[in-house]
Every structure is written in C-alpha cells, then in structure tokens.
C-alpha cells in the first residue's frame, strides 16, 4: 500500500515561516517525481512545487518563487516544503503528489498517480 503522510502543517502569522514534511512509503521512491499543491475553499487544486527524481529539475509557482523551497532525501523517502515569507493568500491545504518518472515534471494534478491527505495551513495577518 503506497501512503504519503504530510506533516508540518499549522496557523503562523504572515511573514513567518513553516516546513512542510512528507514521507512516502509503499514505493520505489528514488524514481517517483513529488510535488506539493494547494488548494483553498472555492479554488482549484493547483501545483505550488515540483521536484524530480534525479533532484535536478524543479518548478515553482510563480506566485511562490523565491519564497518556498521543495527539497528532497531519497535515502529517508521524504519530500519537504520551506515556506517562508508567508501571506495569509497561502492559506490552503497543502497536499503531497507522487508521480512516476519518466523523465520530465508534471505541473497538473491529474498526472500524479498518489495523494497525501492534506495538511492546512493557514496565514494570519
């Protein structure tokens, strides 16, 4: 059984900082491309961070650039999200993706094959 377990998650104040944490399990995790995406109440899901398997590529939103960092430990089988600077717009629940690499990131949603439960975070101002 594949599961991802985020943790991390929890209410800061705007311009603070939280790390997002996921660990994968099931899988051969080394080949899988991750990603974090968000969605708030009346949004679509949408892609904050992408990584791959290699570490080499990664994506960001720009609406995130140059404030998170997606990061990745094969050997621990964890993706981790650095949010700093944070703006009450980032509240969101935050959902950890897997993707099966074949070489290339993907940015939608319905190309990730496996699913974390969430973990909100939400930004006061």
């Known amino acids: 059984q594949v599961q991802l377990v985020e943790s991390g998650g929890g209410s800061v104040q705007a311009g603070g900082s939280l790390r997002l944490s996921c660990a994968a399990s099931?899988?051969?995790?080394?080949?899988?491309?991750m990603a974090w995406f968000r969605q708030a109440p009346g949004k679509e899901r949408d892609i904050v961070a992408a990584?791959?398997?290699?570490?080499?590529?990664?994506y960001y939103a720009d609406s995130v650039k140059g404030r998170f960092t997606i990061s990745r430990d094969n050997a621990k089988d964890t993706v981790d999200l650095q949010m700093n600077s944070l703006d009450p717009e980032d509240t969101a629940v935050y959902y950890c993706?897997?993707?099966?690499?074949?070489?290339?990131?993907?940015?939608?949603?319905?190309?990730?094959?496996?699913w974390g439960q969430g973990t909100q975070v939400t930004v006061s101002s």
């Open positions: 990584i791959s398997w290699t570490t080499s590529k990664t």
């Open positions: 993706a897997a993707d099966y690499s074949l070489g290339y990131l993907q940015i939608e949603f319905r190309e990730y094959d496996y």
């Open positions: 099931g899988l051969t995790f080394s080949r899988y491309n």
